[in-house]
C-alpha cells in the first residue's frame, strides 16, 4: 500500500485502501500496523488532524476515533531504539 508522508512527531505516512477499507499508518519508531473496516471518513479525519499540533497531543484524533475501534494487524514491529540514552541529559 502506498502511504502519504505526513508532519507529525508521531506518526511518518498514512496509507488507505478504499477498496479494502484499510487504513496503514507507519509511526515515527518504524512500527508500521493495518487496521481494518476503516470508513474513508475517518481516514480523512485522521490526515486533518495530524500535523495541526506538533506536541504529544497530535494523536488525540488516533486515540479517539482509531485504536481500539478496528481490528489490527501488525506490519512491522518498531526498531530497536539505537540511540536509548545518548541523547538523554
Known amino acids: 500500500m502506498d502511504r502519504e508522508i505526513v508532519v507529525s512527531i508521531s506518526v511518518r505516512a498514512v496509507g488507505y485502501d478504499r477498496d479494502a477499507s484499510t487504513l496503514e499508518i507507519e509511526f515515527c519508531d518504524s512500527s508500521v500496523f ?3 473496516e476503516v470508513p474513508e471518513e475517518i481516514y480523512k479525519g485522521l490526515m486533518d488532524s495530524l500535523g495541526l499540533n506538533l506536541e504529544k497531543t497530535d ?3 488516533f486515540a479517539k476515533n482509531i485504536n481500539g475501534h478496528y481490528k489490527r494487524k501488525v506490519v512491522r514491529r518498531p526498531r530497536l531504539n539505537l540511540f536509548k ?3 538523554d541529559t
Do not use: T
Open 34 to 36: 493495518q487496521y481494518s
Open 85 to 87: 540514552g545518548v541523547f
Open 59 to 61: 494523536l488525540q484524533y
